[in-house]
């Protein structure tokens, strides 16, 4: 019966096939090649999560740079853009414009996500800023060419008012499909906005900033239409942003726009020293960026105001 059962008997091993199942082969201990895959998969696991992680706050986490993965130049891991131009003849401040990035810097580095202006002088047509050309979600400031294409065609004025005052998406939707996207998309190029694409909602500062200049100077539209569009864009129902760091009594003509992880504000100062400025962030935290805007926007209206 014990040999039938294939029990172990007189210290030989059973090696009957048939007893096969009752057989427990001793473990082994893992091997160099076992260690391996798991400390590979292990660090995959951990990149992966702090890749992510950065993502969502677009590489920039408090009180850090930017983190920036360019092939072109490893040397310049850390990127702030700061480029001054200006007419021929023109006396720009060197040091003001220094210290209104320095000053930008300060309050917004303790926070995550990346926070971008661009200031463009009306009267001395130079512009300065930071972050200015970094390619950033558009959220409602794609509205902007369509409330242009829509004006120029003599489009129903209800909606642009709507898509101006309220940034209504319905109103943005009839009137796309109205337009249809490919001549959105071709008023876009025509605008020079090259690195806006409306499929994607992207842009940047610069080319928001410009649309406002070209808009302020009479470039692409009638002056007629242009008072009736900066209309729409005037006392707004976001009026929270750029706004409270303005002196009370300076016009601001301007477009909002948010989603999740972003907020932008943008347009026209018509002070004693008109500007357009625009400030946008993205990978930051709402809240943060909602109380950080109003301050953002004294530091560079005071800066440039001043003398």
């Known amino acids: 019966m014990d040999e039938e059962k294939g029990i172990k008997r007189d210290g030989f091993k059973d090696l009957k096939p048939e007893n096969k199942r009752t057989r427990k082969e001793p473990q082994k201990p893992w091997g160099i090649k076992e260690r391996l895959i798991i400390l590979f998969t292990l660090l995959v696991t951990v990149l992966t999560s702090a890749f992510l992680s950065l993502s969502s706050r677009n590489f920039k986490l408090p009180n850090s740079p930017k983190l920036s993965f360019s092939f072109n130049s490893f040397s310049k891991l850390f990127e702030d853009q700061v480029i001054v131009v200006g007419k021929?003849?023109?006396?720009?401040?060197?040091?003001?414009?220094?210290?209104?990035?320095k000053q930008f810097n300060e309050a917004t580095d303790g926070y995550s996500g990346i926070y971008a202006f661009y200031l463009y002088d009306l009267n001395g047509d130079y512009y300065y800023g930071l972050n200015y050309q970094e390619i950033m979600q558009a959220a409602s400031l794609i509205k902007l060419p369509v409330m242009y294409l829509a004006m120029k065609e003599n489009q129903d004025k209800s909606l642009i008012e709507a898509m101006g005052k309220?940034?209504?998406?319905?109103?943005?939707?009839?009137?796309v499909n109205t337009l249809g996207k490919e001549k959105i998309?071709?008023?876009i190029s025509?605008?020079?906005?090259?690195?806006?694409?409306?499929s994607e909602?992207?842009?940047?500062p610069e080319e928001i900033g410009m649309f406002f200049v070209k808009l302020y100077k009479n470039e692409?539209?009638?002056?007629?239409?242009?008072?009736?569009?900066t209309s729409f864009m005037t006392n707004t129902i976001f009026e929270e942003w750029?706004?409270?760091?303005?002196?009370?009594?300076?016009?601001?003509?301007h477009k909002y726009g948010r989603e999740s992880g972003t907020?932008?504000?943008?347009?026209?100062?018509?002070?004693?020293?008109?500007?357009?400025?625009v400030i946008m962030t993205d990978g930051v935290i709402e809240r943060e960026a909602d109380e950080l805007f109003p301050k953002l926007s004294k530091i560079l209206y005071d800066n440039h105001i001043k003398e």
Request: hydrophobic share 35%.
């Open 88 to 101: 021929k003849g023109n006396k720009v401040s060197q040091e003001k414009i220094e210290n209104a990035k």
């Open 166 to 175: 309220r940034s209504d998406n319905n109103a943005f939707n009839k009137m």
């Open 185 to 187: 998309n071709k008023t």
């Open 190 to 198: 025509e605008l020079g906005m090259v690195n806006t694409s409306f």
């Open 201 to 204: 909602n992207l842009t940047t």
């Open 220 to 229: 692409i539209l009638k002056e007629d239409d242009t008072k009736e569009l």
């Open 242 to 253: 750029l706004k409270p760091g303005l002196p009370t009594g300076v016009t601001l003509i």
């Open 263 to 277: 907020v932008n504000d943008a347009g026209i100062v018509l002070s004693s020293k008109p500007f357009v400025l």
